[in-house]
């Protein structure tokens, strides 16, 4: 069974820019979070997604958004990238029949310059 | 706003020792998380902790929750090198029932010496 899967590993951009990450949930989960990991600080709540739509959202600026698809993936996208984007991005994925606990992929890590 | 608080920020200690982590928050939550977290890896799950009273137990370390106290404690037991990393405590919110975004606290780095 695969878990969470995350694409890419790394990523480098330029201020400005505008880049789109990639989340694969874990088999028979419904239910996909998007986080901010900043270095040397714990993750912070960006949004989630449910049934295709954003269901809860954390204090982050419109510039950050995202969709699921049918199948459950996720994508976050980030526009007019800022060098405080720079950060590891983790997506967990939970579902009613795991009790909703929140399991992690390995995360993308993305630099600004 | 639900505010997580996790102290020490920082701790080293030897092989051997004992040592608690504790971790406060500021409103009523549903549940309490411990993850574990390996340098430049992503996210490993420890406990979840669901009830008022609830003890969970994995080798050499124990979590516990008093939801009247809103504290969670995570015991280190006879400490080993293994057990290096950042730790960090997360709950949901009030009113998600479990399927909410989670609220991080800034983790332990933990760092034991032989």
């Known amino acids: 069974d695969a878990g969470v899967t995350q694409s890419p590993t790394h990523l480098i951009k330029t201020r400005g820019q505008q880049v789109t990450l990639r989340c694969s949930p874990k088999s028979g989960h419904d239910t996909v979070s998007w986080y901010q990991q900043a270095l040397g600080q714990g993750p912070q709540f960006i949004f989630q997604y449910y049934e295709e739509e954003e269901r809860q959202r954390g204090n982050f600026p419109d510039r950050f958004s995202g969709h699921q698809f049918p199948n459950y993936s996720s994508e976050l996208n980030v526009n007019a990238l800022l060098l405080g984007d720079s950060a590891l991005y983790l997506c967990a994925s939970s579902g009613s029949s795991a009790g909703y606990e929140q399991y992690f992929g390995p995360g993308t890590r993305l630099t600004v310059t | 706003e639900l505010k997580v608080e996790q102290n020490p920020l920082f701790l080293s200690m030897q092989e051997g020792k004992n040592y608690t982590i504790y971790c406060n928050y500021s409103?009523?939550?549903?549940?309490l998380y411990w993850y574990r977290q390996d340098p430049g890896k992503s996210l490993e799950s420890l406990f979840v902790l669901l009830s008022n009273g609830a003890v969970k137990q994995e080798g050499r370390l124990m979590a516990s929750l008093d939801t009247k106290a809103r504290l969670s404690t995570l015991h280190i037991t006879a400490a080993v090198h293994d057990l290096s990393a950042t730790y960090f405590c997360?709950?949901?919110?009030?009113?998600?029932?479990?399927?909410?975004?989670?609220?991080f606290g800034k983790g332990t780095h933990l760092i034991i010496q032989p």
């Open positions: 997360a709950v949901d919110s009030p009113s998600g029932g479990g399927a909410d975004g989670l609220t």
């Open positions: 409103t009523t939550s549903d549940r």
